[in-house]
């Protein structure tokens, strides 16, 4: 046993381990302890929560993710007990000493792609390597040619070459036969691109090509191009002079990523550069031969919306996860209705935290068949255009990736907050585990497209929908105009759907709103003329209308008959499923009533009703939802959460990581005003000043 | 000039200060710059922005912070410039070190404690001393009798005592004249208690007074009682053995604050600890004496939820002072109905960006005006008690303050985060100065009572004031029992209100819905019998359309002539104020539809006209928004924000903050994935390991 300093406390070394000695030791939970109690909650339900896991994860991902799961628990770089204590250059550099330390495992491993990126996803840091195994990896693989592949490909794959992503203007100069990129001004500056702060030595540059006319020496501009250029040297990791590049500085997340400011001074990359799979530029014509179809940007930019939304999915799977355990075990309160009970009422029988909490539940089954759905739409459209060149539905799919980004994204971010919220004081500590997901995940809202910016896009796909029927010149031939042409036969009367009753109501109901409000628009511009700025808000309530119609319908479909089987649930789940997808639509339904009144899709009868109904479908999942969470099958080495672990052990977590690994409790402080000391006996005064 | 190690950054030292040369230096950003586009918009409105900042300041407080800011703005110690960067130990340091600089400066210059709070406001840390200057500091002014005023006070205001606050069990030991405090299980530590994870050397600690009954020796409870003991040593500022106490470790916010764990081994304190001005016990005879009356615990309880309303409403003037700012300047996307126009769009002529950012704009007024009333109501109710023992207004101040403190944190909590994503990408950079903000104020909606859990308490109030009603048994005195009479003897109607028309009809509106609500829950509940537990949410939607209601009632009496002249807003300023009055009102209007169809508050046909009128008042207000928000008055020292600054130069300050003070530049890393330096040259291999 042996006296730390200055820290009044004993600590016992054994073996590996420290052990503190004091009279917390022998101290337990009060009675019955989380552990205990959400033993309880596992008994009341008989979901089997194993079939339910390999229906929404499959089998093959569960046994992957245990197996790198046993190679990240061994290795203490992985270790999260701390590193929120850590100033932001260490998050930098945490982040890259564990990408560094996966990839030697993938080296000796043999690790796939997948692998290197479920370790990645389990690693829950956002990686500085992120845009080199992602964006740019991608974006050569995709737009080289096969000459540039054979030289760049080997060097990315090795990380000798590590790249990011960027956009910026471009000149070429004709006579040289080289591309100059020039910033003109500070706000030419390219921002916020990842792996380039810090971190890489090149880049993939997105430029607008720009050719002099042969005839008067004026520049063209021919599109956005992607270029490759080297951006910091392979021995020093300096820039070149003409090239000013550093990380942007501290951000609401992303503490481990290096986002990066850069500016060119007339820098000259070579001709080689332009990556030339689809067009490129004759070196001695100056001839530009054009790409054969827009697919070829669209079609990365939409597989990342769909991943996105599967993310959004497993983010608020894991914020729910976190929020039903502890809601759980967390007891407030005794009932004032019968006084004479003396446990208190676990907090998930309140329905304020019920309504809080378990439509969010519902939402993550929504989120997950509908990203499902169009993961299987995006692999079909792309077989169809590699195999047949058909492009029919790539419009459908752009717009509908589009919608379901903005609605699925806004769903994650708020539904994070309203778990955190729910969870009462607790939800502030970081050992909530979703401190960091909050202000990570918070990027997504604004990135890789405005959630509130691109959904004039669907809007206006809708409206040209709306507009080919109305002028009679089209067929319906997708579902969208099937549904359209449904409304318009039948738009003067105000249908009332029984939604309490029957859930092809429910799915009529959402078409009908979101078609009532496709009308609407339709008026409003094309018939009348409004401007299209003075619409944009219209339009926003439009396309979350159209995605939550698609949610609903992606989520009912595996009730039905033409369901394959892979994607029916497990038999003893389906009941709860339906009730967690009625508890969806018809929770929405309340939450956006304007709307549905205001169609005639919902009448006020039946609004006044919905609250008893919702209470009732809340009630029934109650008894469930510890293991509907299990069954997201998600690792407590990701929830990095006391009060959402797996076994319960929510306050013996707590003090441990108070007690036994908080850093700042190492230090005894000065707290007297008149000496500037700040650690007690240290001498250390303006020591902090430094700092600044 | 000099080459300092490893930048590839020339740096020119110059008497105190060091400039990069590089490029970038001469560069500016394009044309028209944030300064010239910022100063455009001022010339767009006459608001008399100085006259509209003392109405909503009063010119003492406006020169009061001016001349504090003279004093923070000259010593480094307050620079925020690269707090963001820092671990949190450090930010501890930095917090304590600071407190430790303003009272040397309170002290040398003789200022008062509300001189000093206006410091602690400008330096906008939240101050590890924060719990000793209010709670501790308020609890001995209020609760300590003379004898222990005499004793403690001296000690407590030159910081030589420096306090918390807590809750525990107590018991007492009836025949040693102290009393023993004790935490037998984990779940029994004391939590989050700030100030004294490290730096109080006291605390009072608020705990059940038990005593053991004469007649059989039974521990007999009397409630809740105020104590002071000493947790630290004065020299080593160590606990004793019997208590363990420390920091609980990192959160969403308050990084500099030390919120602690705290547990007792048969702690004993004298029996002098017991603060006694209204109640004591008898040291010879036990005998418990009863304080006079409750009022002595929520006093202040609801002083201190008057002045998170006032809070609420500068926060969420900070907020949208930064959007307000920021979106006029950035400019994205030109017209497409007038896509020959050169210049793109200032974000804010976006509907979809006015909607966010307007309507809050409003909100932060309407906040204001009912922060006022309430602290005037505080006022008045507590002179009624001290000069005649009138404690007829006590209840209902308790009840809206309640109601009012759930509604408006959440209004400026929602409101930060939806000014951030307003703002776009460079919303996420801790340049927004809404990051911070963020993080600290999110802690609002669940401390000091939960925003969901306290509003039952406001309904319980609203059900027993129409009980009175309806039995017939009381005089309707209070505001409240007027409107619900008035509800009562016309409820059978659907009274359609014309809230475009008439701003008695909005304020009918608010109060009909409300009271609509209020005789919804006393139905199931009183009538129907239904449990307290099931009617939970409808009470929370109780309180808010109650809240609500008050809300625009305050903001509306200024424009009536029974206002006081010095509530009456400025000439200049009256008719924008009255559309924000009116954007507040039909945007709630709009958003709570639901509720206000459903009462017959509202009609269909109105709804419609809705979008319109709320459009045309944000078109009205618009050219005014720069100059609103600069009436608020709050410094660039404090807002911290390169987006919000008062002069418009946003792109400089980023590229300022990223290229010359950001830290993680000051770094060259090495990204080879087979070597585990990290610091290129440094050979750091497992160096941060050794911090996890």
Redesign the interface.
Known sequence: MVLLK?L?RKYCHSADTVTVI???DG????SPDGATTIGTERTRSDIPVNALSEHLLTREYIERQKRILSFLEKD??F?K??????????R???G??R??RA??FA?KHGWDEDVYKMAEYLIDDVSPLHLHLHMFMNTIREQASDEQRAYWLPKIES?EV?GAYAQTELGHGSNTKEFIMH???????K??NGTL?????HAVVMAQLKIPDRSNGKLRSFGLHPFIMQVRDFV????P??I?V?????????ASM?NA?M?F?NHRIPHSAMLSRFSRLDLETNEYVKPPHQYVVYGSLTAGRVNIILQARIVLARAVTVAVRYVSIRRQFV???TPEAKLE?AVL?????Q??VLPLLATSFALHYTGKAMKQLFDRVRSSIEQSGDFAELADLHSTSLGLKSLCTTYATDGI?TC??AM??H?????SGL?RL??DY??R???EG????ITQQVAQYLLKKMKTLEVGSGTASTTIDITLQRFLQASNKTPHFPVLDYDEAILAAFEWRSSYLVSKAYQAREVRGE????L???F?RLSNAYSQSILVNNFHAIFTNTAGVSDKPPQGATEVLHDLFRLYALYTI?AE??EF??SGALS?DV??LL?GAI?SLMDRIRPHAVRLVDSWGIPDFLLDSALGRYDGKV??D??D???R?????D??????????E???GSGDAGK??A??
């Open positions: 200055g009044g004091d009279f917390t101290l337990k939970p009060a203490d770089l270790n007990k701390t590193q929120y204590s850590l100033s932001r250059p260490d930098y550099r945490l890259l000493a990408a560094k990839k030697q080296v990380w590590i910033s003109p001004t500070l706000t030419a500056s921002w916020w702060g810090r971190t890489a030595n020093t990791h300096q820039p002079k003409t000013i550093g990380d942007i500085g501290p951000k609401m997340g992303y290096d400011y500016l001074d009932n004032r209705d009422t029988d309140y329905p304020t935290v309504i809080r907050e955190r919220r009462g004081g939800g502030f500590s970081a050992a401190v909050r202000n918070g990027s809202p604004t990135v405005d959630n509130w910016m401007a299209h700025t003075s944009l808000v219209q926003y309340e009533a304007k009144l205001q006020m609004l006044e609250p209470q306050y013996e707590l003090f990581r108070a007690h690994q908080n850093p700042l409790n230090h005894t402080f000065n707290n007297k005003w008149w000496s500037d700040i650690e007690l902090i000043l700092k600044l």
